[in-house]
């Protein structure tokens, strides 16, 4: 069955989703109801979960297609982690609007980094499935550790979010910057990718 699907067409498949994605938070933008500087001021939480949302699909698009380039081919393991992957990316708009819709109040917030804990998750299960395993272990219990602290940072921000909406919103947005270089997170990558050549 997974004889007909190659890497190139599951890959043009996930980006398709990603384009979709872009697309539809950029549909769910309001426009301000009066023509003045201070209604276009009071939309910044629309623009600001749009942007960080935006950050948050382009560093997804980055690290899916660094991921793949390590897939020899297709297996069931892998379709089901990108199709993971993929579900946890098409929620985030859902939790965009509803941030920007409730001018980031604290339950949506805590949904959003829900979303965002998912996607890490589902990442990770990925990246552990595709990356072949080098023969330096210690390289991978190292970015194993770093997943899981900033996993648990965004955990954590979700209960901040509760009390402190806007401080858990900035705290999802920082730790996304740490995400922007793939192989940072996983160190033993580098190793990995040299064998593979």
């Known amino acids: 069955m997974t004889g007909a699907i190659t890497k190139e067409r599951l890959a043009a498949f996930s980006d398709g989703i990603f384009a979709v994605i872009i697309t539809i938070m950029a549909l769910q933008l309001k426009m301000p109801q009066k023509p003045t500087f201070g209604e276009l001021l009071a939309t910044w939480p629309t623009a600001a979960s749009y942007l960080v949302s935006y950050f948050l699909i382009v560093i997804m698009w980055i690290n899916h297609h660094f991921l793949w380039s390590f897939a ?3 297996t069931p393991r892998y379709i089901f982690w990108n199709f993971a992957h993929m579900f946890a990316a098409s929620l985030v708009p859902f939790a965009t609007a509803w941030v920007a819709g409730t001018g980031m109040a604290s339950v949506p917030v805590f949904v959003y980094a829900a979303v965002v804990v998912f996607v890490n998750l589902t ?5 552990y ?6 023969e330096n272990p210690a390289n991978r219990r190292a970015a194993l550790v770093r997943s899981t602290v900033t996993i648990g940072i965004f955990i954590g921000a979700m209960f901040l979010s509760l009390k402190w909406p806007r401080a858990g919103f900035a705290v999802v947005t920082c730790v996304l910057i740490t995400y922007a270089h793939p192989e940072a997170r996983l160190p033993s990558t580098r190793l990995s990718r040299k064998g593979t050549r």
């Open 72 to 74: 020899k081919g297709i």
């Open 123 to 127: 990442y990770h299960g990925f990246a």
């Open 129 to 134: 499935a595709v990356v072949p395993r080098d």
